[in-house]
């Protein structure tokens, strides 16, 4: 199949931060410059035919995702965080990885791309949720998560659109070592393979 002109720009624009690539290379994830929480990635993959059903889309891209989730839990996060304490501190990162939130959200999808956000979420996530919540809501009940993607969203947005110049955003990002992550997740110490066998 071959690939929308869309597909290689974008594939060129973040090579380097690349950390899976399908054997066809019609799908990749990457890590975003601009994150809302360590590890923030976002999976783009080719579509054949502009008029797929979504449903049927999003079944030939479940496949990349697991696969994506599954070098996620297989990261020692841990220790990866201890190396990354600009990215870390940046997104509020800190405790266990708890689980991966999947965003189909994009405000520029292109035709024959299809675009899915990973997000992991870790307990300072879950607790900076909570906390947000009581405090809207004066109730011990948990949630909020996706009010804190929003806040986390705007202060991402803020900073892209409000930094001092470009040179202090390029700055910043570079200090993310977003390359060296992505060969940490590309190449995790226990692989994970779907099997039907796999139960999360």
């Known amino acids: 199949m071959n690939c929308p002109t869309d597909f290689s720009s974008l594939r060129g624009k973040v090579h380097d931060r690349i950390w899976y690539e399908s054997a066809d290379k019609t799908s990749f994830a990457f890590l975003v410059d601009k994150p809302i929480a360590f590890g923030h990635s976002q999976v783009v993959m080719s579509i054949a035919s502009y008029d797929t059903p979504e449903e049927e889309v999003f079944k030939q891209a479940s496949g990349h995702i697991v696969i994506c989730i599954g070098k996620f839990r297989a990261t020692s996060w841990r220790s990866v965080l201890d190396g990354w304490g600009p990215l870390a501190k940046y997104t509020g990162t800190s405790g266990d990885y708890m689980k991966t939130l999947v965003l189909k959200a994009s405000a520029d999808e292109k035709p024959g791309l299809y675009k899915v956000h990973l997000v992991p979420c ?79």
């Open 122 to 200: 870790f307990e300072s996530h879950v607790k900076s949720a909570n906390d947000q919540y009581h405090a809207r809501f004066g109730q011990s009940d948990s949630g909020g998560l996706l009010y804190w993607i929003g806040q986390r969203e705007h202060r991402v947005d803020y900073d892209k659109e409000m930094s001092p110049s470009s040179a202090v955003a390029e700055k910043r990002i570079n200090s993310f070592c977003l390359t060296k992550l992505a060969a940490i997740l590309g190449c995790p110490k226990q692989p994970f393979t779907p099997s039907s066998s796999s139960r999360p």
